[in-house]
């Protein structure tokens, strides 16, 4: 079992950046692909952005390409996510997940889930 707490949320104004962090205990996930995904009020579960469990290779929705970066350190069992040049339309709460898939954008293909972290971009 793996257990995932999110944390770095909050209200930042457009054009500015957080960065996401993703804890693990219980388990180490550096064999673990980790994904984040993202849920705005109204707004089905988006895929965000993924890793593989070597960090070698990365996976983004299009909108965040150039302004998100996911990155891993297995000697701390984390995994990030820095967001800079944030806009209204990132705001959502953002969700780390684990799995055996291979940078997978379906929700469906990870197992364990964090609890998310409140992210708010104001204009």
């Known amino acids: 079992q793996v257990q995932l707490i999110e944390s770095g949320g909050g209200l930042v104004q457009a054009g500015g950046s957080l960065r996401l962090s993703c804890a693990a205990s219980?388990?180490?996930?550096?064999?673990?692909?980790v994904g984040w995904f993202r849920q705005a009020p109204g707004k089905e579960r988006e895929f965000v952005a993924a890793?593989?469990?070597?960090?070698?290779?990365?996976y983004y929705l299009d909108s965040v390409k150039g302004r998100f970066t996911v990155s891993r350190d297995n000697a701390k069992n984390a995994v990030y996510l820095q967001m800079n040049i944030l806009k209204p339309e990132d705001t959502a709460v953002y969700y780390c997940?684990?799995?055996?898939?291979?940078?997978?954008?379906?929700?469906?293909?990870?197992?364990?889930w964090g609890q998310g972290t409140q992210v708010t971009v104001s204009s």
């Open positions: 997940a684990a799995g055996r898939s291979y940078l997978s954008d379906y929700a469906s293909m990870y197992d364990f």
């Open positions: 219980g388990r180490t996930i550096n064999t673990y692909s």
């Open positions: 890793i593989t469990w070597s960090g070698g290779s990365t």
